[in-house]
């Protein structure tokens, strides 16, 4: 007996801020909708540097994400913070010894040349890319 059933369930913890999606493809084909799904993008440099392991988020700078072109094995360093006048590059603010910020920013290289959508509520999960954190009510109602 075939059984083409399909699992799709969301685990989250709100105490970390941690969203994980689990997908599971019971009848062992990928469904047509599996396959126009872009690949989460991921921070080649994530297990390098421990700036991408700070618990903190930064403030909220946006409430919606921003479209960038990034170039292959070019490293970046994305604004954590929130303070930084070259969002969502950062540009050093967070060294302001006035304003006591506690985050670094984080160094990422991406695995191929295109456009990404990089995080502005720097509340994200997958740092330094969106993960649709934004759409949360608590972050819309942040920003006016």
């Not at 709100?14 to 991921?42: F, H, T, W, Y």
Request: hydrophobic residues 30%.
């Amino acid at each position: 007996m075939l059984l083409l059933c399909r699992f799709i369930g969301r685990i989250s913890t709100r105490q970390s801020g941690i969203s994980i999606a689990l997908r599971k493809q019971v009848s062992g084909q990928p469904s047509k909708s599996d396959m126009n799904e872009p690949k989460i993008p991921r921070n080649l440099l994530k297990n390098v540097y421990t700036a991408s392991c700070q618990a903190e988020n930064g403030k909220i700078y946006d409430k919606k994400p921003f479209k960038m072109k990034l170039q292959k094995d070019k490293v970046y360093a994305w604004c954590l913070c929130g303070y930084s006048k070259n969002q969502p590059i950062c540009d050093g603010a967070h060294k302001d010894p006035y304003i006591k910020i506690k985050q670094r920013p984080i160094k990422f290289k991406v695995g191929e040349t295109k456009e990404y959508w990089l995080c502005n509520c720097k509340q994200t999960s997958n740092r330094p890319f969106c993960d649709g954190t934004h759409k949360r009510a608590d972050i819309q109602d942040a920003i006016k």
